[in-house]
Structure formats: C-alpha cells, structure tokens
C-alpha cells in the first residue's frame, strides 16, 4: 500500500524528505550499477582484439598509470559503458552517466572522445581525422589537452590483448568513491535533484 503521495500535484514536503533521505541512503547502487554494466561489456567483442570490458581496463590502467587523478581514472574506465545499451550514441550515454559525478573537464574528455578518436581512424570511413576540431571552441586549452592526451594516448592504445591490464577489482574503490555522491547541488531543495 501507498504510504506517500499517488500523484506529484498532492505531494508534501515531508513526504519529499522521505523520497530525499531513502534515495541518499541508496546512493551506493549506482556504483553497484556501474559495475554490473562494466562487467556486461565482457560479451561484446564486434570484431576488435579484446572485448569491451577489456579495452575500457586498459584504457583505465593506461591512465592510472600514466598518474591521473581518480576522476580521470573512473571516467576512462567508463568511457564506453554506453555500449551496454547502444554502440551509436554511446559517448552521450557515458558522458550522462558521469556527469553528476565529475569535473566538466572530465565530462567533455568523455562527451566527445569519439570525435577525438576519429584522428586514428576515420580516414578509413571516409570521414575527417580532424573532427575534433568542430569541438574545439567547446574546451579551453587545458581541457582540450586532457581530452587529447585520453584519446591518443590511452583510449586508442587500449586494444592489446597481451598487456598487463588491471582488473574490474583494483578499480572498484575507485568507482564506489566517485558515484558516492553526485557533485551537482539542486537549486530549490534535497528533494528536487529526484523529482523527475
Ligand atoms: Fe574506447
């Protein structure tokens, strides 16, 4: 049975504080998520050297190991969960995933990581090798080199089959750390971030 509201135009603000304080105290199954979608990308192989699961480690282990920091290292993890769901389109699931969670270098690293891939292989569709240029105006220098330095030297790297990557395990602290709790603060209430 119902103990709270049926319909949003007869809520209260208690019962607001309810919804506000369980989904705070439930905060940890998104990590919990996140790693069930990471561990979903072991089945996906479409043609390249490793799987998806492998390729997003190694992307992360190349970034952990070249001393970035643990949002950089999560977000390289992640950069490619969004093909748990759908290959086209899965910068933009990535990126919407982190975003609440991460910096807004971070963010556009992930959001357009396609684009900046392309200097590596679009030539061989036809397309621009410099498409990430069209995004430039987006990023300020700083930003703009983070999200070169992700796609050139660790994301395009990341499909060695016989490199020592590390496992889903090492980078799981990482993980619960950095979708603990959601950087963006709700302008009216606790509540508001839940409403919709
Ligand atoms: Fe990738």
Redesign the pocket.
């Known amino acids: 049975m119902a103990t709270t509201f049926t319909r949003m135009d007869e809520s209260t603000a208690e019962q607001w504080g309810v919804i506000g304080t369980e989904s705070y105290k439930n905060q940890g199954r998104v990590a919990d998520r996140v790693l069930g979608m990471l561990e979903s990308l072991s089945d996906i192989v479409d043609g390249f050297a490793t799987d ?1 699961l492998t ?2 480690l190694q ?1 992360a282990t190349l970034a952990e190991r070249a001393g970035a920091d643990d949002e950089v290292v999560v977000a390289s993890l992640c ?2 969960i969004g093909k748990a769901v759908s290959v086209p389109g899965h910068p933009a699931i990535a990126a919407a995933i982190l975003q609440p969670y991460v910096r807004t270098d971070v963010y556009k690293m992930i959001l357009h ?1 396609q684009d900046f ?1 392309g200097r590596h292989y679009y030539a061989h569709f036809g397309g621009d090798p410099d498409a990430r240029e069209k995004h430039r105006d987006a990023f300020t220098p700083k930003e703009w080199d983070l999200a070169e330095r992700f796609a050139d030297e660790w ?2 790297k ?1 499909f060695d089959p016989d490199y020592d990557t590390l496992p889903l395990e090492h980078f799981e602290p990482k993980v619960r750390q950095v979708f603990a709790s959601a950087q963006i603060v709700p302008a009216a209430s606790e509540g508001a971030r839940y409403a919709s």
Do not use: K
């Open positions: 998806q390729h997003c992307t950069h490619d990581h891939q994301d395009q990341a």
